[in-house]
């Protein structure tokens, strides 16, 4: 059976759809999952979450669509919880010492009139290339913290009803100090029928986000890496370039950071360009997110040089125990003057032509001025 899973983030509360997994402890509502016939809820962002309507066009379009509108709603949540249900809370936070071991809970509610099995499972968390917190696909084995939390493979609730589940984390002796982003999440498997027959089974999900520190010594530091630049210059000669750059935002320490990022280019001539890069929200340990810029106005002067520099941000309501180190970095790129070249030669190229044109005139009038002399010469004896 064919798999298709696409991300939906919860709305907020004023829609009354808010993600289980939010970095700032915001007053918020429960994770709410709705899964009409084409919706696939996944793990809301981090720090924002939105309101999402509840049918997507795209999969009508570029994955075959779902073939019974009328399919039958189901609606449910994930949220933080004590043992007694839940608590208000939008994630869990825990700080450890490697070794130590904690038992959470999360509440799993049915806001529907039929008993529902929902599937669970832990998992890594990662940052998308979109900047929002996720887990891997459902399936996929967990190889970091998300292997530390134990959860029950699925759960039964009945009608309008809440089941609470124990998650137990069991942090390794040997484990790394620092931040060991994690999460659970409850899932429900809907088959469908697409447009052209095929049977899909949409994995849909909710999730609350495990915010998990490893006590011990930390770095919080930044990385630029990969940077390239290209001129992309104007063929007019009277106009400037532009300058496009790209590089690498990494997290080199051990806690997430957020990132402000900006470029600077200085050219041997002319005026020097300067433009700030979209800010990062959250790049985990060890993580990376890409970026690039546009410089515009920056004149041909053979060669310049470009800056980059990251300068690093503290998330939400995270403490981080020493000063975060910011990263830059530096290349050079080239900046040919090809068109103030061109009009160059173009103009050098008119004046040897119109010194040619002169010098072939004068010539001629000469040779005309020489015949006529010779010619003059030659008649003067006749006449006498």
């Known amino acids: 059976m064919l798999h298709a899973r696409t991300r939906t983030a919860l ?55 779902v073939g019974d509108p009328q399919a039958t709603t189901t609606t449910w949540s994930l949220v933080p919880a004590t043992a007694d249900g839940p608590d208000g809370r939008v994630s869990l936070r825990h700080e ?12 799993v509610t049915n806001h529907t009139d039929a008993p529902q099995t929902f599937a669970l499972a832990a998992g890594d968390g990662v940052v998308t290339a ?26 039964d609730v009945g009608p309008r009803a809440t089941v609470v589940v124990p998650v137990t984390l069991t942090v390794p002796a040997d484990a790394r ?40 010594d930390v770095a919080a530091a930044l990385a630029v890496t990969d940077v390239a630049a290209r001129y992309v210059p104007s063929w007019n000669p009277f106009a400037p370039g532009t300058v496009e750059v790209s590089y690498v935002v990494e997290n080199a320490g051990d806690v997430r950071l957020g990132a402000t990022s900006g470029v600077a280019v200085d050219p041997w001539l002319g005026g020097a360009a300067s433009v700030d890069g979209d800010p990062v929200r959250e790049v985990l340990p060890g993580g990376s997110v890409a970026r ?25 309501d995270d403490v981080v125990p020493v000063a975060p180190a910011a990263a830059s970095a530096t290349a050079t790129v080239w900046t040919p003057p090809l068109a103030q070249v061109g009009l160059l030669l173009l103009l050098v190229g008119a004046a040897l032509a119109v010194r040619t ?23 003067s004896p006749s006449a006498g």
């Open 130 to 155: 979109a900047g929002e917190f996720d887990l891997p696909p459902t399936g996929t084995a967990p190889t970091a913290a998300g292997a530390w939390l134990d959860v029950p493979a699925g759960v």
């Open 11 to 65: 709305g907020a509360a004023a829609v009354a759809l808010v993600a289980g997994l939010v970095v700032a402890p915001a007053a918020v509502a429960p994770a709410v999952a709705v899964v009409p016939t084409a919706v696939v809820a996944g793990l809301a962002d981090p720090d924002a979450p939105t309101a999402v309507p509840t049918h997507d066009p795209a999969l009508d379009v570029d994955r075959g669509g």
């Open 292 to 316: 690039s810029v546009v410089l515009d106005g920056v004149w041909p002067g053979v060669r310049a040089a470009v800056d980059v520099r990251a300068e690093p941000l503290v998330v939400g």
């Open 177 to 216: 100090p620092g931040d060991h982003p994690a999460g659970v999440v409850a899932s429900l498997a809907t088959p469908v029928e697409a447009v052209d027959g095929t049977r899909v089974e949409l994995d849909s999900r909710v999730g609350v986000r495990l915010h998990l520190r490893v006590t011990g």
């Open 357 to 379: 044109v002169r010098r072939r005139s004068a010539a001629r009038v000469a040779r005309a001025v020489a015949d006529a002399r010779a010619e003059a010469l030659t008649a």
């Open 96 to 107: 450890l010492d490697p070794g130590a071991q904690v038992t959470e809970h999360v509440a």
